[in-house]
């Protein structure tokens, strides 16, 4: 057993062999685990003969369950906390229950794992050494539109979670604000049975995916390749005064467009330039 500590703990996103021996140790020695769904996580606990009693911990009683894992933890008992699959806080509870914990001077303690960023990411082919991890994007239409317009001259790769519900419309909206020419990868159902990467243009990706309704079903990381900076073989200087000029009468998109198609410079490339300058 283990005295009074909250351990973090990371279970599979799909795979089942992706539990490490030392997370299952732990969730057989602790007297507790707090976890976001009971009845989801009651057949990971049944595979790995794992009987230490289970407690709810979301984002609806999350500040309700404080004094109660508090009060544990005061006895001298260890809690484990999980989420639904791969490791808690990423895009789940446990952020207001650690705080609180290591506010009352007991020990929290991190059991890595599996994690669908880390997962999408070192397989996407995308610039991994800088990333921006913003989450689940937002359900209506508007907000991800504003939440890709702030993320526009973005230069690292920038990843969401998505659900199979608002795919396609997140990948239309996505191409809205950053054009055709962006490059991203579609991670789907990571680990499991069906699990695809598939990277392209924004465009590339929409036509795939509307063709094939099975890679529209699952859960989605997607990757989005940043900006690439301006360098010196860039578009010519006579390109980016043409680009001005017609910045001043026209949309970005109309206006990049016609720029590329008179000076014979790439679309995407003066696209980008255009949004920076807007």
Not at 119 to 138: H, I, N, Q, R, Y
Not at 182 to 205: Q, S
Request: proline share 4%.
């Amino acid at each position: 057993m283990f005295d009074a500590v909250l351990f973090v703990v990371a279970t599979p996103i799909g795979n089942l062999g992706d539990m490490t021996p030392r997370a299952v140790e732990v969730l057989q020695s602790v007297a507790l685990i707090a976890a976001e769904d009971t009845r989801h996580s009651s057949r990971l606990m049944a595979h790995f003969n794992i009987k230490a009693p289970m407690i709810s911990l979301h984002d609806h009683n999350e500040r309700q369950r404080l004094q109660t894992i508090l009060d544990k933890l005061a006895a001298g008992d260890s809690i484990a906390l999980i989420s639904d699959a791969g490791t808690p806080l990423i895009s789940d509870p446990g952020f207001i229950l650690v705080r609180a914990v290591r506010e009352a001077g007991f020990k929290v303690v991190p059991v890595p794992g599996a994690c669908a960023v880390i997962t999408a990411m070192c397989a996407s082919g995308v610039p991994t050494d800088k990333f921006v991890f913003e989450g689940f994007l937002p359900a209506k239409r508007v907000g991800r539109k504003q939440k890709f317009e702030a993320l526009i001259a973005e230069e690292r790769t920038v990843i969401f979670y998505e659900s199979t519900h608002r795919i396609l419309d997140s990948l239309a909206d996505m191409r809205d604000v950053l054009g055709e020419d962006r490059y991203v990868v579609v991670a789907r159902e990571l680990t499991k049975t069906f699990e695809t990467i598939h990277g392209d243009t924004l465009g590339n990706v929409i036509e795939w995916i509307t063709a094939d309704h099975n890679q529209q079903k699952g859960e989605f990381v997607l990757l989005v390749q940043g900006v690439e900076l301006e360098s010196s073989d860039g578009p010519s200087p006579e390109a980016l005064k043409v680009l001005d000029v017609l910045l001043e009468e026209l949309p970005v998109k109309q206006a990049s467009a016609l720029a590329a198609k008179i000076t014979g410079e790439k679309k995407n490339a003066l696209y980008q330039i255009a949004l920076n300058r807007k």
